[in-house]
């Protein structure tokens, strides 16, 4: 039996209490919708901005259980929700974006080895396990390489950059005895993004091309419109829609991807897929006619996905440890809005607030 709409005063579950599902929440609100936030940490930023909370530990199935009969449809704003919390929360409710997307992203070889299988393009890649298999993968591989831990890497944690002249050994240690990835390094001239949605009916929605720019591997700015040639986006836009089509995935993800200058010109290299709204989709807010925050809220919900046409020039700008402490100078700045996550002490890298600016 195909699954209603959600109603004007629904709860959505989000599991995880970040900025991205107090993001979430915030745009659920003027829709009407109510946003539970489940999340074991009690000073979670979420918390400020949703009708009700649970505190308790993923692996928790009574707290579970009673968060999932607590509202209508869950979803999670991180792609490291624990597998077995996710089946837990599906037997009881809808789960928006489904296990598959968890299962195939939540390991670097398995996502890798699904992009191949559909045809996409990706960086030659092979698993490490040992130092045997290390060996063999730089074999296939070649260098320069990344080597990458399979699971809960992010913003550059869990991977080094293997050289000629690294030694095979002190590259496996820095992945602390954890199955690894090597992956062929990608000599890009730029690292853009996708972000679109999957509605529950297959309706597929994307916003326009993101070029990224990072700093010590951290997003530090997304520009909107990118600098690619119209062809090009549009193989990037048909490599996130096949992908989509492939998970039978429902709600808004982001695909990171490498431009990258060839004999035939430029084209696009896939980097990795994030199962969840993403920090280079942020400008959205102010920069486009529906934020994917809102987009993803419609797509979970069953509701007709919004129009995705950008407002101008945008820049995103992430604020990172005590960059936020601008804040007052920020909001004098015409034509600036500034986001902040509510978030404790500003460490250095921590992504504290963004600031949008629209020409």
Known sequence: MALAPL?????????????????????????????????????????????????????????LAMFAESVDVVTYEF??????????????????????ALATTQDRLTEKTFLRNLGLPTPNFASVDDRASMAAA????????????????????GQTLVREGVALDAALQMMGGQPAILEAFVP???????????GRDGGFATFDIVENRHENHILRSSHVPAAVKPETAASAIAIARKIAQALDYV??????MFLVDGPTGERVVVNEIAPRVHNSGHWTIEGAATSQFEQHV???????????????R???????GAEANRWRELLAEPGTAVHLYGKGEPKPGRKMGHVTRVE
């Open 188 to 198: 890009f001239r730029a690292e853009v993004s996708v972000v679109a949605a999957r």
């Open 251 to 256: 709600g808004v993800f982001a695909v990171e």
């Open 298 to 312: 419609r797509a979970i919900a069953g509701w007709p996905l919004g129009a995705t046409t950008t407002r101008g």
């Open 138 to 157: 730089v074999a296939a591989v070649g260098r320069p390489a990344v080597l990458k831990t399979r699971r809960f890497g992010y913003d550059g944690k």
């Open 7 to 63: 109603s004007p005063g629904a709860t959505i579950g989000v599991l995880g209490g970040g900025q991205l599902g107090r993001m979430i929440a915030l745009a659920a609100a003027p829709l009407g919708l109510k946003v539970h936030i489940y999340a074991p940490d009690a000073h979670s930023p979420a918390f400020d901005v949703a009708a009700e909370r649970t505190v308790a530990p993923y692996e928790d199935e009574t707290a």
């Open 314 to 320: 945008v820049t995103m700008t992430n604020l990172l």
């Open 79 to 100: 792609e490291n929700v624990p597998a077995e919390t996710a089946r837990l929360v599906a037997q009881h409710k809808p789960l928006f974006p489904g296990e598959k």
